[in-house]
């Protein structure tokens, strides 16, 4: 069975840094593009970044491009997305989310909570 | 960057009716678009891709159609767990971007 579980959210004040990770399993992990897409409380969902499967492409939205970094550790079946210089507008439940060879989005994890606020 | 509009932003329907949610590219997408499914609380899950393709384990109820620029999601016979918010995504070029979502409620 296909499992992506997210971890990592929290609290933060502005300008502040989080780590999230999505750690997988029941696939063959580094075969597959991955992606962090996030949803404001309330919002609708937002693609933030994606992953080629051995991390040699990447991209992200404008709205993060420069603050947050996405990476992955294929031996340890884990996806990361490094966020920094957070601000108020990056609150959100972030996903990760498994590429299905051209992106679109087959499985998804739980979600993460991040909360900016002083 | 590829803009998504969807109608209606709210759909008041009955169990057993037909339902149809419209969604448009700003540009020609082709064929490369998906619909989810979201429940409050819950991550979204995948119905369709590349337009009419009906994901494994989703039921036929739900159906797919359209090209280019113009999309429906159509749901032929509402049921009690069909209420939830549904949302289109376009996965012709980047940055992937999704539709601004269709709560599908009880009349």
């Known amino acids: 069975e296909v499992q992506l579980v997210e971890s990592g959210g929290g609290l933060v004040q502005p300008g502040g840094s989080l780590r999230l990770s999505c750690a997988a399993s029941?696939?063959?992990?580094?075969?597959?593009?991955m992606n962090w897409v996030r949803q404001a409380p309330g919002k609708g969902l937002e693609w933030v970044s994606y992953i080629s499967s051995s991390g040699s492409t990447i991209y992200y939205a404008d709205s993060v491009k420069g603050r947050f970094t996405i990476s992955r550790d294929n031996a340890k079946n884990s996806l990361y997305l490094q966020m920094n210089s957070l601000r108020a507008e990056d609150t959100a439940v972030y996903y990760c989310?498994?590429?299905?060879?051209?992106?679109?989005?087959?499985?998804w994890g739980q979600g993460t909570l991040v909360t900016v606020s002083s | 960057d590829i803009q998504m509009t969807q109608s209606p932003s709210t759909l008041s329907a009955s169990v057993g009716d037909r339902v149809t949610i419209t969604c448009r590219a700003s540009q020609s997408i082709s064929s490369w678009l998906a619909w989810y499914q979201q429940k409050p609380g819950k991550a979204p899950k995948l119905l369709i891709y590349k337009a009419s393709s009906l994901e494994s384990g989703v039921p036929s109820r739900f159906s797919g159609s359209g090209s280019g620029t113009e999309f429906t999601l159509t749901i032929s016979s509402l049921q009690p767990d069909d209420f939830a918010t549904y949302y289109c995504?376009?996965?012709?070029?980047?940055?992937?971007?999704f539709g601004p979502g269709t709560k599908v409620d009880i009349k």
């Open positions: 029941g696939f063959t992990f580094s075969s597959y593009e």
């Open positions: 989310a498994r590429d299905h060879m051209v992106p679109f989005f087959d499985y």
């Open positions: 995504q376009q996965y012709n070029s980047y940055p992937l971007t």
